[in-house]
């Protein structure tokens, strides 16, 4: 069993922190990916559990054990680099079998071991070529294969994808998936691509200077973002946020938004807190803002009129910039009669998937 | 119309082909050429004029002709067969290998550590080692002596090594080179499991070999070439290396540049395999580094 506990810790360098008390449990066979933006301190919190790191404070856990000052070598865990990390005066048999050569197993289970990593992941044509000799993906592969022959409690994968290109980064994602199924270890993946965190994760953590943000399934932090940050970093395109004011009429409240836009705010947990005159930012994601055939499912009272700028035909669906007052919003349509560019359309909001942030808190308040 | 299209075509590709091959020889370049040129000879001619020398009978060593009216191998069989010369060669082999294996060892491991350990007083430390370079050797002769005296090591080996033993350069050379090897090599071989020492020499140091080359080259030729600190630190003429024994040749009545010249045409051969195997190792630990993800 290999769970993980992160108990408030904290990284300093210096006098500058840059890890601000964080805590996590992550599950026996727990697929957790930490994202968020450039610096955020993902690739710290992932070292400090490999043992690279030195915790400020805090206390982290593998298994039942206490790993503070236990050396990386001990912690049983493996640990997947963004530059693979391969050396390149070692054949790929030799870059697999290092830890075990290092670890002195017997030959003969070190060759066992090297031959099924290189099964499970396609590498048994591969084994005598040198790193320089591979492909990106293949040396990608060759990184895996160097954790999983050493049989760790926890896998650890610091955007092992971004140096691929996109086609081959989503058909890696596919195949550390599958990996996963069938190892069957904890993983814990740092990226701060947000597409690979949905697809991948169990749970994601979403982190911003050193805080978690929030922790939650893909769907959850999809669905219900805990804040401002989460709404604007999970989904792409980016979910639509706009200054908007809270006006009471007939004791019931609604929207204000730019351009003379003013829809209900649909009653559900928090929106009896909404008081009047209360300035909010609205969230809406694109694909609850349609134009054409769509609109005929949302209540009369939830449409308005924008102008139509751009029009991004994505094939399925297509992209519309829309401006209201002097904001762009985008919505998406899936039909083909599209608005023209510079036509004042009819749009309709899916109130039943808005969001409501507080501007000063940031929280989200409905 | 598409006749005359193709006619034209083809005059139109022809006249590229024509400006390509006609390249117009820039004035700058021949002078540069010149430059050059005379630059090689004058770096070339001392070495012709050693082997030319070496090859002549005594009386003919002052006509300054390029090729020896009777080219003559007696030198050579001189040199060779007094023992002197033999003794002298395996004592700069022994100061220069010693030396170089020191220099690349301790450089890299003090270069390393300055890299990639973080610890209170590193950047004294460095500033410390570079300031070194800034020290002209002349000056630290006297010391040297006076330490050497001090612990009985004037005519021995170590007394010949030892201020060469460790240098600032190399250190220096090879800290700038480390910062090359991305810290996740060693993250990844520090989870595998190696000790701080095997990462260095197992990861770090097969990663940085082009300088390592480099280094051993310059160390070695520098030793091999090394002349007033042999010479002040030794005495007797078994402790000589070649430069020393071979200046030992001009005594007071006469100088023999035949068999001077003979002596350092033999020990230019060393040098030439010490370059030759190195040479190889710049070269393929370049295709090495160029690596990337
Ligand atoms: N050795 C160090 N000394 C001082 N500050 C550091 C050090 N390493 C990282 N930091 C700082 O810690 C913060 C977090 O860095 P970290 O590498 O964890 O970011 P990240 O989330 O992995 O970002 P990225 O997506 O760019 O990899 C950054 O502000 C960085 O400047
Ligand atoms: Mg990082």
Known sequence: MAQVSIRNV???YGSVQVVHGLDLEVQHNEFVVLVGPSGCGKSTMLRMIAGLEDITSGEIRIGDRVVNNVEPKHRNIAM???????YPHMTVARNIAFG???????KAEQEQRVREAARILGLEELLERRPAELS?????RVAMGRAIVRDPQVFLFDEPLSNLDAKLRSSMRVEIKKLHQKVQTTVIYVTHDQVEAMTLADRIVIMRDGVIQQIGT?????????NLFVAGFIGSPEMN????????????????MPGGIDVPVPPRNGSGALADGRRVTAGLRPEHVVAGEALAALPEDWRARATVGVVEPLGSESLLMLDIGDREITGKAVDSNLPAPGDRAAIGFNLAHLHLFDPESEQAIY | MTADAIGTGAAGSTRVGLFRGDKPIRPGRIVAWTILMMGGIAMVMPLVFMLSTSLKFPHEIYDLNLIPNEPTLENYTYVLADGRFYRWFINSLIVAIATTASVVFFDSLVGYTLCKFRFKGRAIVFVAILSTLMIPTEMLIIPWYNMARTFGWLDTYWGIMFPGMMTGFGTFLMRQFFESVPDDFIHAARIDGLNEFQIWWQVAMPLVTPALSALAIFVFLGNWTAFIWPLIATSTADLYTVPVGLSSFADEADVAWELIMTGASLATIPTLIVFLIFQRYIIRGVVLTGLKG
């Open chain 1, 10 to 12: 904290v990284k300093r």
């Open chain 1, 80 to 86: 997947v680099f963004q530059n693979y990390a391969l």
């Open chain 1, 100 to 106: 075990l050569r290092a670890a002195k197993l017997p």
């Open chain 1, 136 to 140: 990106g993906g293949q040396r990608q």
């Open chain 1, 218 to 226: 893909p769907l959850e932090v999809f669905r219900q973002p805990a």
């Open chain 1, 241 to 256: 946020l706009i200054e908007a004011t809270i006006r009471h009429k007939d004791g019931q409240p609604r929207l204000e």
